[in-house]
């Protein structure tokens, strides 16, 4: 009798520490996600933050993230400093850095960067420029290269390579046309003599015989090319959102990573668990096909690791080109402490 009576007991109190658990566990759920904004393009080095949203990452997290597309990489900063983002995930400007001069903004975590083996951003000669001459990334020395703006990341590339064979931007004839379709219209029409484009623009170029592919900037001077940022006050007022926030987006980093970022000995793409899942949601959120989606994957870092001395040699480079104020520290536009590193 005594030890029914103590089974009793324990099965009364068993059930009602279960009841009290699941009662939290209700309450929690019940309570309403916190929300939160994201400026991104519709590219595929967005992918990670697409990956997140479609998978529920963030609304693990307590999150209810909207994202607001952009249309151009210096749109997205703005929109972190007016505060109609809290986050922005986009390549890097001399605009950016300007702007986290400012203390408008500040890096927390790595996106996409231009690797060897990852085909992100082509060289192309015209076939007259090729036929003249133009065989190799060196050879744009002298040449009219197309460009969307003076301090967009082609500027940096053309910097980059620039420093690695031993001459100047000013020995580069750059031609600003605004946007990837006015320099493609330009390439095209023979008013200039190369372009530097993203890999399916690149790609369709030279299948169209408009021009020759002298290689991909990722081979020749790798970099960092997108990261994650938010503004220094939304770090200081709201550290807890900002938390969730990387740890929902690492884990797309990572699911991203393993999918599609494998290479076997030959240097080919190999695909990963959950590939054909995971580019249909950034296929999806990029209107665009998966085969044409799936040209254009970035490398990413799996724990959102930052090129650091890359960081710091853009803003060095910039103040050069006098586009960023001399004066700014390039390691104060970083704050890596939530992502960990």
Known sequence: MTMARLTRRALIATTGAVFAAG????AALAQPLEKATVGVLALSSSGPIFIAKAKGYFAKEGLDVELKMFTSAQQVPVAVTSGDVDFGVTGLTAGFYNLASKGAVTIIAAQSRDEPGFPLSAYLATNAAYDAGLKTPADLKGKRVAITTVGSTFHYMIGLLAQKHGFTVKDVTMVPLQDVPKMVAAFKGGQVDAIIAPSTVSRQLVADGAGKMLGWVGDETPWQLGALFT?????????PLVEKFVRAYKTALAEYHAAFNGKDAAGNMVKGPGYDELLTIIADATKQKP???AAG???????????????????????????????LDPKSVMDLSVAGQ
């Open 231 to 239: 503004a220094p006050k939304t770090m200081k007022d709201r550290r």
């Open 291 to 293: 085969d044409i989606a």
């Open 297 to 327: 994957l970035p490398y990413v870092d799996p724990q959102a690791r930052l090129l650091v001395d890359d960081v710091v040699n853009q803003v060095k480079f910039w103040q050069s080109e006098g586009q960023v104020d001399k004066a």
């Open 23 to 26: 009662t939290l566990m209700s």
